[in-house]
């Protein structure tokens, strides 16, 4: 592990100084490389999803791992399009000049190396490879053992690719090896990690944070809200309510809970009800929910706190605005929330007092998405609010630096 | 300690809504309670330096310990000039429009709470508590023993003129022990607190990174350098080492290390070493320095990586830029360094290549501070890269939420 981390660290100082349209080339070349090598993906792929069909791995866990041409295919031309991205390095995101003369400049620049440690999707590789890449860090990425082969594949190719431009191959390293020791090595190395990435379920990412003696960017799941309120579009209200709980029930933006406001609970309860239940979502609801429709199950006090990630929602009524912002606060998971209001009032109050990543307005928690914010590929969703809070894109893979020009200055 | 966390939690939701007047009328507030409170601060603070004499504590650490009328008027200034920053909290960072009208915009929030831990100098508990208020932080403040006594009592200052300008008084806590496990509890607090500034000499702040369950901005010590290049004007190169070494000794930004271009040397070491000499700095110089003046020692490789704070400096020459970067890379502490040159490409190589948090042209590292940056108060100069690097003012104790305003957009 020392080793790869002292490569890493001499990769990323190399990096630091590419041109951005030498990044984007490398990303190109290691997309071609992608599609060249597709059979050898594939054929890895097959080794890995033979093993974990003998170790009896479910449907779901196995889907995650199957590659096939077209899943390759969008590897490939996801790197072509974080290749299109702007570059985030270089640019000067403040200049001022001050009374002395001097001329201070915040100038961005990449973080250095960047770990990665996930679990079974074999695409992360080339996502996180190629993000890391964009903006001019070095990563050691630990994928998971059910998905090595796939994933040293897609790596070895990138690392190909990478070469093949004229940029170290070091940029990309996969962890050589399954072995979970491996992981608690890589959280020490603290001279040549600079920021940790986990990617994967809660126990995962848990482990990460409790271990690492390197910062880490969580990219948690998420409880996230739709708060009703009195002053409501009943027809914007039914479509963020239906859209947020149903369009994907398995991401991290989808809503796990519906607040309505006691104010407009006669006039929105039962139909916002009788929508999510004829799409064939369970609603577990308080008193007032379930008395607007038998089918409604009722609510038990852990239920506030769950993340279904599946065709379930819990709902209640509250009194208000504040009563809403203090449900959020206390239950959520500080990731995306939104009212439904046509009151600019309570629009205000509630986002700016819910202490979440991303508080929308009569727009649905599921745009809770670096692509659908235009940032591009993400790498995550940080519910943290240390460095990046919300879409992790490539800019939030980079720091800056003072770059300070004067003509001789000292000071009194 | 969890009472505690749980009511600066409490008081950081109601500080993140309060208007920017509020917190600028609480710091004045703090200030006038201060000088009213002059004479009980100097109490409790002769008791502290009793305790530290009658412990046999050496006259510097003492003398950081002592206040005076002087000094806590400095303190109560230092409130009002924070008073009078531009408040961060509030402002939006950036804005952007989505083709299906989402309206998205990057609004500035406070951290929630930050926790500090700093040593003997009482005057942290007012500048670190004063620029935590004013980026709508709430703090918890753990002083040094030696300082105990001094610090409740500004604290307890502090925490009622807060009151008394109807804030609540626990935006302010300061632990009221002495026992060295409450550190330990404070760093495990991660459900209460969001961020740790430890302030103090290395051993406090490794203690503290190294058992944090907490992210930490870490206010670092400095290896700093200069370095003269073939193309410097001989007057700036003289102007900005001496300055940067000579200014003050003592503090982060001051130069341990000079690095003078082979092509330079016959022009400018000679009386570079002079000024240094005469200034009464010792010179630990490699054998090319050492040959232009007796009086010059010679530098043993520790020399390289020493950060004296004395009125001592290593200094050797290096061919050209590119060795200059690399010896800054490997021995600097990624804290400041500087280049002096006419030559542009030279400067341009050398800010882009060193890795640290302030790179100055023809200008003294000296400068290393967030008053000189025209930022105002510092809380310290961060040498990480997340989130924060170089001067930590008011702005860098601040995150982001996302606040999408749409008009009942669904995601397809």
Excluded at 237 to 246: E, G, T
Excluded at 378 to 402: D, F, M, N, W
């Amino acid at each position: 592990m020392d080793a790869i981390g002292r490569a890493a660290r001499a990769a990323s100082a190399m990096l630091a100084a590419v041109p951005a349209e030498a990044k984007a080339q490398a990303l190109r070349a290691a997309a071609a490389r992608l599609r060249q090598d597709c059979g050898r993906v594939l054929a890895a792929n097959a080794e890995d999803v033979a093993q974990a069909r003998a170790r009896g791995l479910t449907g779901s866990l196995v889907d995650r791992l199957v590659l096939d041409p077209a899943r390759v295919e969008a590897m490939a031309r996801g790197l072509e399009d974080i290749a299109d991205l702007p570059d985030p390095v270089g640019g000067i995101i403040a200049e001022w000049e001050r009374p002395n003369g001097l001329r201070i400049r915040r100038v961005r620049v990449p973080l250095g190396v960047i770990g990665i440690i996930y679990e079974s999707r074999p695409n992360v590789t080339a996502d996180a490879g190629g993000l890391c890449l964009k903006s001019g860090n070095a990563c050691i990425l630990r994928g998971g053992s059910e998905s090595f082969a796939s994933s040293r594949a897609i790596a070895d190719a990138m690392r190909a690719g990478i070469a093949s431009a004229g940029l170290p191959a070091d940029a990309i390293q996969l962890v050589p090896t399954t072995d979970r020791a491996a992981v608690g090595r890589m959280l020490a190395m603290a001279e040549h990690i600079d920021v940790i990435v986990p990617r994967g379920g809660r126990s995962l990412i848990e482990r990460v944070a409790a271990e690492s003696r390197i910062p880490v960017i969580k990219h948690l799941d998420g409880i996230c809200h739709v708060y009703v309120d009195a002053a409501a579009d009943e027809a914007k209200a039914r479509a963020v309510v239906m859209n947020s709980k149903m369009r994907r029930t398995s991401v991290c933006g989808a809503a796990e809970t519906l607040l309505v406001d006691r104010a407009a609970a006669a006039r929105l309860l039962a139909p916002l009800v009788r929508d999510l239940l004829e799409a064939g979502c369970e609603v577990r609801g308080d008193e007032a929910v379930r008395a607007v429709d038998p089918r409604v199950r009722p609510a038990a006090p852990e239920d506030w706190d769950t993340e279904y990630l599946d065709a379930v929602i819990s709902a209640r009524v509250v009194d208000g605005v504040d009563e809403a912002v203090a449900h959020v606060n206390r239950h959520g998971s500080h990731h995306t929330d939104a009212i439904v209001t046509e009151d600019r009032a309570a629009a205000a109050r509630f986002t700016g007092r819910v202490d979440s990543a991303i508080v929308l307005v009569n727009a649905s928690t599921q745009f809770a998405d670096g692509a659908e914010f235009g940032m591009g590929a993400e790498i995550g969703i940080s519910t943290g609010k240390l460095h990046a809070r919300g879409p992790v894109g490539a800019e939030q893979l980079t720091s800056y630096k003072y770059v300070v020009l004067g003509d001789g200055q000292t000071r009194p």
